[in-house]
């Protein structure tokens, strides 16, 4: 079983902002060159879940356009986190103090109030071993955070307490990255 992750296409904001759980459109052009590039790439009937931000939405909604035989599902589990109060500033407002609150304890610190890691870990999971019982391809459109925390699913790593632990990688915007699934 092949699970495609699929980042949404660059959002309609400056680069450098916190953005998480904002619902932030996405660059149309981007959006659709995003669309075309996957709408090669994945196979037949294939299950889509898309998280209910805007700017995945959209993607999926492309996606959906150009490829009939697909329809999708959005779950609220793959949104990305939500940053509280630091929502829609840029990541060089943020007080260093709270940045260094956050790395302390990774796993619960709730950076901005709203949601830890540790939160985000178990809703991805929720959905990761949903797909991976299935048995069945399938394709999440969702955030660099998500994906960040599937990755560790992949690896069998369902707590991540420290910061240095927490992939620094991602696909870039409007990009994919392919995990084979064992159920």
């Given at each position: 079983m092949m699970l495609w992750l699929v980042r949404h296409a660059q959002v309609l904001l400056p680069r450098g902002v916190c953005y998480g759980a904002s619902d932030v459109a996405s660059q149309a052009p981007?959006?659709?060159?995003?669309a075309q590039a996957l709408a090669a790439e994945l196979p037949a009937g294939l299950a889509l879940l898309s998280s209910p931000r805007k700017r995945c939405e959209?993607?999926?909604?492309?996606l959906v356009q150009l490829r009939p035989d697909l329809s999708y599902q959005t779950s609220a589990h793959l949104a990305e986190m939500d940053f509280g109060?630091?929502?829609?500033?840029?990541?060089?407002a943020i007080p260093k103090s709270a940045v260094d609150a956050w790395v302390t304890d990774f796993g619960s610190h709730r950076f901005g109030g709203r949601e830890s890691v540790t939160e985000v870990m178990q809703r991805v999971a929720l959905v990761?071993?949903?797909?991976?019982?299935?048995?069945?391809?399938?394709a999440w459109?969702?955030?660099a955070g998500v994906i960040r925390a599937a990755t560790l699913?992949?690896?069998?790593?369902?707590?991540?307490?420290?910061a240095e632990n927490w992939p620094k990688k991602a696909p870039a915007c409007g990009q994919w990255l392919k995990l084979k699934l064992s159920p």
């Open positions: 981007a959006t659709l060159a995003a959209q993607l999926a909604q492309a109060c630091w929502e829609g500033q840029p990541w060089s990761f071993d949903a797909s991976r019982r299935q048995n069945q391809d399938a459109i969702t955030h699913l992949h690896q069998g790593i369902r707590l991540v307490n420290r």
